[in-house]
């Protein structure tokens, strides 16, 4: 069973059948980028004590100044991480952020149109990626579910929610795939059956009416 999360309340009836967040791996490059500004800091105060540039209070003093900034960055890129949360029930998506206050947005599956799943050279090593939906009437992306583990399980069970799943990965719900073409193609294709079916209809009339 999956755990609940005191974050949200549940509907009446509403399931809840997986949980996500983002990998904690992702503020690896600024731990390691506030490392070595460390190590410089460490030897440059060294540096400037033995060659009685400054001294020794003022190098240490200089250096943990110029050290903050860094690891406060670092502190603050690791609590937005650990404070985010994805949850897909069998109605809605949601995601759950923020440090000193929480974020809560939701997306009815029965609203999603589009899904599109993106990872990174290093996430199709480690297998992470980020999940994007978007739905009816809107252009852009409404949830974005960043850096997820084993992003495909989500998604698929997204798609499989949500009741519209199309072979290219994505969702849309009035544009069927069943023959394994992309939405765009899908999309010129109707719209030229659409044209020829208009003007079949309107030679049918003109030969009637002569």
């Keep these: 069973m999956v755990s609940h999360p005191d974050w949200f309340s549940l509907d009446t009836g ?7 967040a983002p990998r904690v791996r992702r503020v690896l490059p600024a731990v390691v980028a506030a490392t070595l500004w460390l190590g410089l800091l460490a030897v440059g105060a060294v540096v400037a004590v033995r060659t009685l540039v400054v001294s020794t209070p003022v190098a240490v ?17 690791y609590l937005r991480t650990v404070n985010v949360e994805y949850v897909l029930t069998d109605r ?18 029965g609203d999603v149109e589009r899904t599109a799943l993106h990872k990174n050279v290093w996430g199709s090593i480690f297998d992470y990626g980020t999940v994007s939906i978007s739905t009816a009437g809107t252009d852009g992306v409404d949830l ?8 495909e399980a989500f998604r698929d069970e997204l798609q499989q929610r949500a009741g519209h ?9 009035s544009i069927p795939d069943s023959a394994g073409l992309d939405a765009a193609t899908a999309e010129t294709l ?3 059956f ?7 209809d309107r030679l049918d009339r003109e030969v009637s009416d002569g």
């Design 14 to 20: 509403e399931t809840m059948v997986r949980q996500g």
């Design 61 to 77: 003093g200089a250096a943990v100044l110029l050290a903050l900034p860094a690891v406060a960055g670092t502190a603050w890129r």
């Design 92 to 109: 809605n998506c949601y995601r759950k952020r923020g440090v000193l206050s929480t974020s809560v947005t939701r997306v009815g599956l």
């Design 144 to 151: 974005r579910l960043t850096d997820l583990d084993g992003p």
């Design 165 to 173: 799943e199309t072979g290219d990965g994505s969702t849309g719900g």
């Design 190 to 192: 109707l719209t030229e």
């Design 194 to 200: 659409t044209a020829l079916h208009a003007a079949a």
